[in-house]
């Protein structure tokens, strides 16, 4: 059966850059279904899943999981949704998960939401967030800092290329934050 191919808004920035917090935003508004990638790794490791003790360590070293873990999980929540359109929060954030997903799902994102915030808000966030995290330590904030310059910066170029980044200055408050990723969904319907 020939299915219309989803609605896919990437939603990438550095650790703390206010990812999760916008996209819960977007979903009152604009009638996306909100996966945060790293929220599903996390729901797999709780599940005692046999993939679930790998994870845990790759999260703890803020290393970057095998892209057909995150894609099958990513496949799932789609299906699941019953809805056509998406907000992929923190995902892809190497050239290879970009590329995998691309030829395993065939699906191209509309546009690429790029929140861009300074190294020193973004750790200050992180580390007054006290949600428990594993990762929300010193140690593993610098890991994920060089993971987000070295590897995920290059995807975003990558589609800064093909014209399909909206940056979004995400050192702002978060109703500022807002009114600017509103300025872009809103310019998307028009
Ligand atoms: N906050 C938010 N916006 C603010 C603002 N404008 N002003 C002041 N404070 C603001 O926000 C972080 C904190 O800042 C919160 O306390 C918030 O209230 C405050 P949040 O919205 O949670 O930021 P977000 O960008 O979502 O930060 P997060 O820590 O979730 O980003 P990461 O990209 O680091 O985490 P993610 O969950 O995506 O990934 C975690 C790990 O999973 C990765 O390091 C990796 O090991 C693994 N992973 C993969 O391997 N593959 C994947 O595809 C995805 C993840
Ligand atoms: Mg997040």
Redesign the pocket.
Known sequence: IAEKKPTVVFVL????????????NIVQHFGYTHL???????AEIKSGSENGTM?DD????????P?E??IKL?QKAIQESGNDKFLI?????NEE?RAAFEEVTKIEPEFVLF?D?SEE??ER??L????G?A??NIE?IR??FK??LESSLPVIQYYESKGKVRKID?????E??FESVKAVLKAKDE
Do not use: H, Y
């Open positions: 920035g550095g650790p703390g850059s206010g990812k999760g917090t916008q996209c819960a945060s990638a790293g929220d599903l790794l996390r994870i790759m999260i703890k070293e803020g290393k970057i999981v892209s873990v995150t990513l929060d923190g995902f892809p954030r998960n929140f915030c808000e973004m966030r992180l007054s967030r006290n949600q995290r990762d929300d593993t890991k994920r993971v987000f995400a050192a702002k408050p978060v500022e934050v």
